[in-house]
């Protein structure tokens, strides 16, 4: 909850226009669809991928197939692969199901890169969980690209 209210603290002090909706925890982007009456916004899922040397956090459409052959390509590595949930939380203290671009915020070293879909950034609004899943952080792509950018972090947007 601390990580949390530092975040919405941080996106309220920058003046980062967004909405906070609470629900009950939800897992799985199927969870994520009996919410939609109450949320509105394109759902979205992120992926905690590795390439064995580096992390990245893979943020997409919620109902998106990913192609991890493609992706790799795309971003310029030999291999991907889902990272393993010991590091997930080491690294970022998240636990599966949790995963989100706001992660990045507490990534001290920047060890984390941030990779954003194209076809998502076009949306009108996107949402995502505050680090943790029993809410629903709603924003538009320019307010997230905003924080990440006072954030001064690592991110890229890519087509796959």
Known sequence: MVRKNK????????KIDFEEVLHPPVFTC????????????????????TDKKRYFIFATLAHEKVNLKKLKEKIGVSRLSFGKPEKLFELLKLTPG?????AVFFDETNFVELILDSKMMEKEKLGFHPMKNDSTIILT?????????????NYRIISI
């Open 30 to 49: 199927e969870d994520a669809d009996k919410l939609k009456e109450n949320i509105q916004c394109t759902s979205c899922k992120n992926l905690f991928l």
């Open 7 to 14: 975040l919405l603290n941080f996106l309220k002090e920058n």
């Open 141 to 153: 792509p320019q307010e997230l690209e905003k924080f990440l950018k006072k954030i001064n972090t």
């Open 98 to 102: 949790s995963v989100n671009p706001f």
